[in-house]
């Protein structure tokens, strides 16, 4: 129940099921979105099987979302679905975007842990066992992955990334990692709670840390491409950067306020002086009266547009429906 008081936990592993047509629960899930990625896919498959069974045996499924590709992707997954076992294919009917995508993959994913991975292989899949190490040894909920080093990157994208992350942070009241992207493991209650949760403009990244629970990172190098180019333009990136910043901070609405606060200060002081202009100095009559008449609507422009923004931005969280709470365990006594 999303409206209301939430309880997950324990609780929502009787739950699975709801989603796109599950079926026996597997213990681990690989959730890989693909645009685009026709030339990769076989490699991709070959190595997330290695790293798959080293650690789930037979035990495991490799969710592919087609997110509405142009190009063969879609008869390269398909092609996958009848050539081995384990590979699940979603074909989206459209492009609906990197977020998502990986969405609809983790709403099928039944894995009782699940892996976020991108089809370009940047992201290596042989770190999925000590990934799986780590998150057993802290007891963690999520291990991301944090980019120690960015082969094959452009010097405009390494920096305008770097700074994203590090605005981002600060703007937000959530701690929302740095220099992490969609590649982590979870187990299935967080990877759930992002499937069902209704926002549409969806920053994964931010979404995930607004869980809770124990999330640790997992420092990595980052792979250049396999093949294929990138998915996200310089106009692509500004789009996630605006989504995040909308989603994860009220920061841009706080800004009139702020405005309607410094502003407040300098016109006190024009209006000081208008006054003290009409009083000692000769001054165009009727300057003085004009100024403070200006000065005082304006501000009670700026005042207004502010509180109005302070309410813009509680509706628009509220409309997120996001849970209120999520609780991490129940004990009773007996
Ligand atoms: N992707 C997607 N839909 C899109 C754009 C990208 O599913 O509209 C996938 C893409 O196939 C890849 C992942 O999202 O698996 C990350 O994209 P990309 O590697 O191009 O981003 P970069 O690593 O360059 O930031
Ligand atoms: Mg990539």
Same mark, same amino acid.
């Given at each position: 129940?999303?409206?209301?008081?939430?309880?997950?936990?324990?609780?929502?592993?009787?739950?699975?099921?709801?989603?796109?047509?599950?079926?026996?629960?597997?213990?681990?899930?690989?959730?890989?979105?693909?645009?685009?990625e026709?030339d990769g896919?076989?490699e991709l498959?070959?190595r997330?099987?290695?790293?798959?069974?080293?650690?789930?045996?037979?035990?495991?499924?490799?969710?592919?979302?087609?997110?509405?590709?142009?190009?063969?992707?879609? +008869?390269?997954?398909?092609?996958?679905? =009848? !050539?081995? $076992?384990? @590979?699940? #294919?979603?074909?989206? *009917?459209?492009? /609906?975007?990197?977020?998502?995508?990986?969405?609809?993959?983790?709403?099928?994913?039944?894995?009782?842990?699940?892996?976020?991975i991108d089809a370009d292989l940047q992201d290596p899949p042989e770190?999925?066992?000590?990934?799986?190490?780590?998150?057993?040894?802290?007891?963690?909920?999520?291990?991301?992955g944090?980019r120690k080093t960015r082969a094959g990157e452009s010097w405009f994208k390494m920096?305008?990334a770097?700074?994203?992350?590090?605005?981002?942070?600060?703007?937000?009241?959530?701690?929302?990692?740095?220099?992490?992207g969609?590649f982590?493991?979870?187990?299935?209650?967080?990877? +759930?709670?992002?499937?069902?949760?209704? =926002? !549409?403009? $969806?920053? @994964?990244? #931010?979404?995930?840390? *607004?869980?809770? /629970?124990?999330?640790?990172?997992?420092?990595y190098d980052r792979d250049r491409r396999f093949s294929g180019e990138t998915k996200y333009?310089?106009?692509?990136?500004?789009?996630?950067?605006?989504?995040?910043?909308?989603?994860?901070?009220?920061?841009?609405?706080?800004?009139?306020?702020?405005?309607?606060?410094?502003?407040?200060?300098?016109?006190?002081?024009?209006?000081?002086?208008?006054?003290?202009?009409?009083?000692?100095?000769?001054?165009?009559?009727?300057?003085?009266?004009?100024?403070?008449?200006?000065?005082?609507?304006?501000?009670?422009?700026?005042?207004?547009?502010?509180?109005?923004?302070?309410?813009?931005?509680?509706?628009?969280?509220?409309?997120?429906?996001?849970?209120?709470?999520?609780?991490?365990?129940?004990?009773?006594?007996?």
């Amino acid at each position: 129940n999303w409206k209301g008081i939430t309880l997950v936990g324990n609780v929502i592993d009787n739950s699975v099921g709801s989603g796109l047509g599950r079926s026996r629960r597997k213990s681990l899930s690989i959730v890989v979105p693909c645009y685009n990625e026709e030339d990769g896919i076989a490699e991709l498959i070959r190595r997330c099987r290695q790293s798959a069974s080293d650690i789930a045996g037979d035990d495991y499924e490799i969710v592919l979302v087609d997110d509405g590709s142009a190009d063969g992707t879609w +008869q390269a997954v398909s092609a996958e679905t =009848e !050539r081995g $076992r384990n @590979i699940v #294919g979603i074909r989206l *009917s459209r492009n /609906f975007g990197h977020q998502v995508a990986l969405t609809a993959g983790l709403s099928a994913a039944t894995g009782e842990l699940v892996l976020v991975i991108d089809a370009d292989l940047q992201d290596p899949p042989e770190l999925l066992s000590p990934m799986v190490e780590v998150m057993k040894r802290e007891g963690a909920d999520v291990v991301y992955g944090q980019r120690k080093t960015r082969a094959g990157e452009s010097w405009f994208k390494m920096k305008s990334a770097s700074i994203f992350y590090r605005l981002l942070k600060q703007a937000s009241s959530l701690s929302i990692p740095v220099d992490a992207g969609d590649f982590r493991l979870m187990t299935s209650r967080v990877a +759930q709670l992002i499937a069902q949760m209704p =926002e !549409r403009d $969806r920053f @994964i990244r #931010g979404m995930v840390a *607004s869980v809770g /629970f124990k999330q640790v990172p997992f420092l990595y190098d980052r792979d250049r491409r396999f093949s294929g180019e990138t998915k996200y333009p310089p106009s692509k990136m500004a789009h996630f950067a605006i989504d995040a910043f909308l989603s994860y901070s009220s920061t841009l609405l706080r800004l009139s306020s702020a405005s309607a606060v410094l502003s407040l200060l300098a016109i006190v002081a024009v209006c000081l002086y208008s006054l003290y202009s009409w009083l000692y100095l000769e001054v165009v009559p009727g300057w003085c009266s004009l100024m403070i008449s200006l000065l005082v609507v304006s501000f009670f422009q700026l005042a207004s547009l502010s509180i109005i923004s302070e309410y813009i931005g509680r509706i628009y969280l509220s409309t997120k429906n996001r849970p209120l709470f999520i609780v991490d365990q129940i004990k009773r006594s007996r």
